[in-house]
């Protein structure tokens, strides 16, 4: 079956403990990105990838890493985080200007 | 540097039609429109590409004006499965894609 996942699904941590949010495709597509989204504000990329070792930074990259060292996967880093990182988190991949199938999200809480 | 979408919420009885406009205020690559229920990840629609081609799903289609750098969204004799809200992403030339806040559709019977 076709799909993104994300892992974990929901995660609640402190300020300051670094962690790593993952995320897997198996369609071989290139461009992959997350985005956070927040009530009111819709969703907002963080970074995006056309390929493997290729990341851009998106609208609100400030906080966060990714690397792409494999076409499937896509992880996303926090390494300090902060309540303001307080939020939902979708992983997505498509073709560069196409479909983008979006993972189910991780639901992400810091405090 | 969002696209603005309007309106931001819209209430339609079963059978009615709705526009939903997109705005962006730089040049874009292409037009992005995707629905998303509530608790559920965003679902593609269409895309839409320089040359304001007007592209269709079901009933659901769209436009795009290259030149106003704006885009429709046009939803006939909506159903209930319409329900959901509605973001357009504007994709630049560097294919970054910025969305807009969402369009909350309510469909009542």
């Known amino acids: 079956e076709a799909q993104v996942t994300q892992n974990p699904r929901y995660l609640i941590t402190v300020t300051g403990k670094k962690l790593t949010v993952t995320c897997s495709q198996n369609?071989?597509?290139?461009?992959m990105s997350w985005y956070r989204q927040d009530p009111g504000l819709g969703l907002r990329q963080i970074y995006y990838?056309?390929?493997?070792?290729?990341?851009d930074k998106g609208d609100v990259p400030e906080g966060y890493k990714v690397s792409r060292k494999e076409k499937r996967n896509f992880p996303l880093i926090l390494e300090s985080p902060s309540p303001n990182q307080t939020s939902l988190y979708f992983c997505?991949?498509?073709?560069?200007?196409?479909?983008?199938?979006f993972g189910p999200g991780t639901r992400l809480t810091v405090t | 540097q969002q696209p603005v979408q309007s309106p931001q919420a819209v209430i339609l009885r079963e059978g009615e039609d709705a526009v939903i406009n997109c705005s962006s205020s730089?040049?874009?690559?292409?037009v992005h429109w995707y629905r998303q229920k509530h608790g559920e990840a965003p679902v593609f629609l269409m895309i839409?590409?320089?040359g304001g081609e007007q592209k269709g799903h079901e009933k659901i289609s769209a436009s795009f004006n290259e030149k106003k750098q704006q885009s429709s969204l046009y939803l006939t004799a909506s159903q209930l499965s319409y329900s959901g809200t509605y973001f357009c992403?504007?994709?630049?030339?560097?294919?970054?894609?910025?969305w807009g806040a969402g369009t909350k559709l309510i469909i009542k019977p």
């Open positions: 997505a991949s498509g073709r560069v200007v196409g479909e983008q199938y």
């Open positions: 369609m071989n597509h290139e461009y």
């Open positions: 990838s056309m390929n493997v070792e290729v990341t």
């Open positions: 730089k040049a874009l690559y292409s």
């Open positions: 839409l590409l320089k």
């Open positions: 992403g504007a994709m630049d030339s560097n294919y970054q894609l910025i």
